[in-house]
């Protein structure tokens, strides 16, 4: 396939009333890192002097403007008619992406009716932006971080407007500290090392965060910058690692403690080459003794013995008497 049919086409929508005209070439730029912008427009009424400083820029970037009268006075109509060109074009369904262009946070509830479609929602904004706004864009872009064009020899997104903050600045940001430490965590190997491009990926999910914004073109320039992490480059890839988890060394013991755990092997060692002696056969228990008794006990005990036991004998010895017989009537008496 060839590269026009593999690039993301991106509708390009700004609200003229809540963007800085000067920032549109840079804007350009960073779009064209997603895909190819072949529907530009910008939205507002042309005949308010506010919008004066458009004019140049819309004819130098081919950018379609689209007049919306302001039909109550303090009400902003450029706002719905972003909402109904945008909700026209996602059903056309010939779009990969869209680029809003505001710091206006009216247009949150579109960015998310957008992303329910699948389709990537990059939001470019100042610094006053509500979060809401931010929070629900794919990529959210301070236009504050974006700096003049670059040159021929210097690629576009390493060039930043914002001077680099400090260290302890960096630092003090609680919210950046913990969103990097988690990616590293996340993305770090047994030994606490992670890959920068993974943790790049992993911080890139959150809309707002860029490391130009900090003042520094890369996101390895930004973590140096830090002093939290270390840092280890081989050809291939450059690896970080939180210094509060590196690996401890191993506390060195002394040579005493060392020497008696090889002492004590080379006792059970040798403990188990001596050939063990046989156990000693058991006793066999001995049939118990009749206990001795004095004569004079034996001489009084017989004749207990034997009085008791003759009773019996007789009793088995001698049968039963038998019954006698029945007497005899008396005769009659003689006359």
């Known amino acids: 396939m060839g590269l026009a049919s593999e690039e993301k086409r991106i509708a390009l929508l700004i609200d003229a009333d809540n963007a800085p005209a000067a920032k549109i070439e840079v804007i350009l730029a960073e779009v064209a890192r997603y895909g190819v912008a072949n529907v530009r427009r910008a939205y507002g009424d042309w005949k308010s002097p506010n919008l004066k400083s458009w004019e140049a820029v819309l004819h130098e970037f081919a950018i379609r403007p689209i007049q919306q009268f ?26 990969d992406g869209f680029a809003i262009v505001s710091s206006d946070a009216d247009f949150t509830p579109l960015v998310m009716r957008l992303l329910t479609d699948g389709v990537k929602v990059y939001g470019f904004g100042e610094k006053k932006t509500p979060d809401p706004f931010v929070n629900a864009c794919s990529k959210f872009t301070y236009v504050e971080g974006l700096g003049q064009p670059a040159s021929e020899d210097a690629p576009a997104d390493e060039v930043a407007t914002t ?56 996101l390895s320039d930004l973590i140096e910058a830090m002093g939290l992490f270390e840092i280890r480059r081989d050809p291939l890839n450059v690896w970080i690692r939180d ?29 188990q080459a001596k050939p063990q002696a046989a156990p000693p056969p058991k006793k066999q228990p001995q049939p118990q003794k009749q206990a001795k008794q004095n004569p004079k006990q034996q001489a009084k005990q017989q004749p207990k ?26 005769g009659k008496p003689q006359a």
Do not use: C, H
């Open 243 to 271: 210094k509060n988890k590196s690996v401890t060394k191993p506390v060195a013991l002394p040579a005493q403690s060392l020497a008696e755990p090889a002492q004590k092997t080379a006792q059970s060692a040798a403990a």
């Open 70 to 95: 302001a039909y109550s006075k303090g009400k902003n109509a450029s706002d719905m008619a972003m909402v109904i060109d945008a909700m026209d074009l996602l059903y056309a369904r010939n779009l």
């Open 163 to 218: 001077p680099p903050r400090s260290a302890k600045d960096l630092r003090g940001d609680t919210r950046l500290v913990q969103m990097l430490r988690r990616a590293t965590d996340s993305a770090s190997g047994d030994d606490g090392w992670s890959r920068l491009a993974t943790v790049g990926q992993q911080v890139g999910n959150q809309a707002s965060f860029d490391p130009r914004n900090y003042g520094y073109p890369k």
């Open 305 to 330: 013995q034997q009085a008791k036991q003759q009773p019996k004998q007789q009793a088995k010895q001698q049968p039963a008497p038998k019954p006698a017989a029945p007497a005899k009537p008396a």
